[in-house]
């Protein structure tokens, strides 16, 4: 698979028009060569060209992990004294011949230990952003990964199942993001989840990007609860909200029109039509019930090796859906100082149309 993938980074950059490429340790790399560094004080750049064995620079203590890549590669391994690191980048150039290139980096992900590094040991080479190369790579997910997305959908269902019987009046919305977060490791979740679980109630609600905070659950709040988790270094990315107790008519109102808008972003997804339809189609629906101004971001993003990723989806996007993206469409209305709605699935488009990967109901159910 990796040597498969390795060709196709070679005659990407050579369409982009880079003599190179280095990537440090994120999704690209694992998604290249298999291989997962921590980032740490110790740097880790492996060299990418289209006509050289790759070349990677990273600490002794970390050298045994070469022998997983199923390709030839170069390996310039360093000491713990970092007045040695520079020898070790300046070699790893030198062999791929990228000295005075220009290079493409991940903008998102090279760190500036890194950059210095490279800079001092390229000799005056050009370094430009890469994110359009590579995401080229990574946006159409083959029939493995999506193997691995859709265990990881089932598996965040399957946590929040567990969890939702043992939500209690008066618990803290911390107390309920850790429950779910151990129902998620119990489930089968990889222990690295995509980002912390949010879970938002009454006012906090409102807050698309809340923290979890000791405030307690109360009758009559709206409860959002953002989770996911990982699955073979593959993401899922879900939100439901829930009532506790009975909720006043303006938020059971706009629960039903957020969980319509959800529907029709769903429904919108297809092979040729450009990512911005999703939005339009679901924000539509919460502009014609009045609620326009209360949704304040994309109706989606993209998913995958990260939890954020290609496609974007906002409704200026002209990018062209195609078989094999995945996305979450996650419309939401969030009234300051009272509560808000999100709905998040993840969708997969087909050669047809778009499938949910997702299944969860989407109503809102009273727990506690």
Known sequence: ???????????????????????????????????????????????????????????????SKTQQVPFPIQVFQYGENPTTW????????????????KIGVEPTRLRFLELEFLEEAANGSQFVSAAECLSSLRIRKDPQELTAMRKAVAIAQNALNATLPLVKI??????????????LLRAGADPELPFPPIVASGPNSANPHAVPSNRKLQPGDLVVIDWGCMIQDYASDLTRTFAIAEVDDELAEIAQVVSKANA??????????????VDEAARQVIEDAGYGEYFTHRTG????????????????????????????????????????VRIEDDVVVTTSGAESLSNLVRDLIVVG
Do not use: C, W
Request: hydrophobic share 40%; glycine share 12%.
């Open 170 to 183: 008066g618990m803290t919305e911390r107390q309920l993001a850790t429950e779910l977060t151990l129902q």
């Open 264 to 277: 029709a972003g769903r429904a919108a997804g297809k092979p040729g039509l450009p990512a911005g339809k």
């Open 86 to 101: 520079g020898s070790a980048f300046q070699e790893a150039l030198q062999s791929v011949g990228l000295a005075g290139k």
């Open 301 to 340: 993003h993209g998913l995958g090796l990260e939890p954020h990723e290609e496609p974007y989806m906002f409704s200026e996007s002209p990018l062209k859906l195609a078989p094999g993206m995945v996305y979450t469409v996650e419309p939401g209305i969030y009234i300051p100082g009272k509560g808000g």
């Open 1 to 63: 698979m990796t040597t498969t993938r390795l060709n196709r980074l070679q005659a990407a950059i050579q369409a982009a028009g880079l003599d190179g490429l280095a990537l440090n340790p994120g999704p690209s790399l694992v998604y290249v060569t298999g291989l997962h560094f921590h980032l740490m004080e110790r740097p880790v750049v492996l060299l990418f060209t289209p006509d050289n064995p790759p070349a990677l620079v990273l600490p002794e203590l970390e050298s």
